[in-house]
């Protein structure tokens, strides 16, 4: 937004998008890994990430992760995805040069990238078959990681305990000490106490923004556009058909602006939302509360469903 509203001053954000990107996510995993032991996402879903191999005690998810296991964590969280996404970006890149390129066709170079872009989709393919094929041993049960990334970074995911719900509770919220009674102690604790619970409420909110604006960007796609419009477009449906043609069902007088049931001008002028014919409030009112039908329709009523219409004088 900043590089499209004043690309003079912001430019460089759009040009060095993927790097402050990789520095913002970098952040967010480090504080999520350093204090859940999880990434973000892993969080969302009450997961962390205990070390391979070790006892069945699980340390508490306020412990932290080790830090041959963290810092792998980290790398393979924010690193590889960079890369891929710039491996991605340099690929397209060299597939448009290859259609409009000016290097002779024998030249070094030509043959190079010509060969790196016949060799990408096999190096491509056996990737995404590499975590196809970790995802279908997990499901079937025959492999604790669902990622290949969690075993390269030695850790496997579990579900949070009770003890690791409280840990993070009284961590973010902060536990009062019985020894802090000067006025001086207390004010440090009030601050402390305010500071976690704001972090706590940024992360909550954090959370749920990135849903939001997941949910914003399908809704403004251009095919979901598309599916509105044709909705939209359908023709209005017909008006409700009488259930009740017995002596009993009131005709409609022939101007709109008399009541069906006292064929006189409106008073109170209150429709049925069972049926939407309008009456007056107290011709309804009565109707309703002695037969609980809508006396057109036949409908089902009854005195919660009169809405009063309201017209500028």
Same mark, same amino acid.
């Given at each position: 937004v900043l590089a499209e509203s004043n690309p003079g001053r912001y430019g460089f954000l759009w040009q060095w998008f993927d790097e402050v990107y990789a520095l913002l996510d970098l952040l967010l995993q480090q504080h999520y890994l350093a204090s859940c032991s999880a990434s973000f996402s892993e969080n969302f879903y009450s997961l962390k990430r205990i070390p391979m191999g070790g006892g069945r005690q699980q340390p508490l998810a306020t412990a932290g992760l080790p830090k041959r296991q963290h810092w792998k964590s980290?790398?393979?969280?924010?690193?590889?995805?960079?890369?891929?996404?710039?491996l991605e970006k340099l690929v397209a890149s060299l597939r448009e040069e290859d259609e409009y390129s000016i290097h002779p066709p024998s030249s070094s170079w030509k043959r190079f990238y010509r060969a790196f872009?016949?060799?990408?989709?096999?190096?491509?393919?056996?990737?995404?078959?590499?975590?196809?094929?970790?995802? &279908? /041993?997990?499901?079937?049960?025959?492999?604790?990681?669902?990622?290949p990334l969690l075993q390269l970074a030695g850790v496997r995911l579990v579900r949070l305990s009770a003890e690791d719900f409280q840990a993070l509770e009284k961590k973010w919220v902060g536990a009062p000490s019985a020894q802090t009674q000067s006025m001086k102690s207390r004010v440090q604790a009030g601050v402390r106490k305010a500071l976690s619970g704001f972090a706590f409420s940024?992360?909550?909110?954090l959370s749920l923004s990135v849903f939001f604006l997941q949910f914003l960007d399908w809704w403004y796609s251009s095919e979901n556009q598309?599916?509105?419009k044709s909705l939209t477009a359908l023709p209005t449906p017909p008006p409700p058909l009488?259930?009740?043609?017995?002596?009993?069902s009131v005709p409609l007088p022939q101007l709109k602006t008399l009541c069906p049931l006292c064929r006189q001008i409106r008073l109170n002028a209150?429709? &049925? /939302?069972?049926s939407g014919f309008v009456f007056c409030y107290r011709c309804a009112?009565?109707?309703?509360k002695a037969h609980q039908r809508?006396?057109?329709?036949g409908y089902a009523t009854e005195l919660q469903h009169l809405v009063k219409l309201y017209s500028p004088e």
């Open positions: 980290l790398l393979l969280l924010v690193l590889v995805p960079y890369l891929k996404g710039k872009l016949a060799a990408y989709p096999f190096v491509n393919m056996t990737w995404e078959g590499w975590f196809l094929i970790q995802q &279908l /041993s997990y499901i079937l049960g025959k492999a604790q990681h669902h990622s940024l992360s909550t909110g598309e599916t509105i009488h259930l009740d043609r017995g002596p009993g209150t429709a &049925l /939302s069972t009112y009565g109707y309703v809508c006396p057109v329709t």
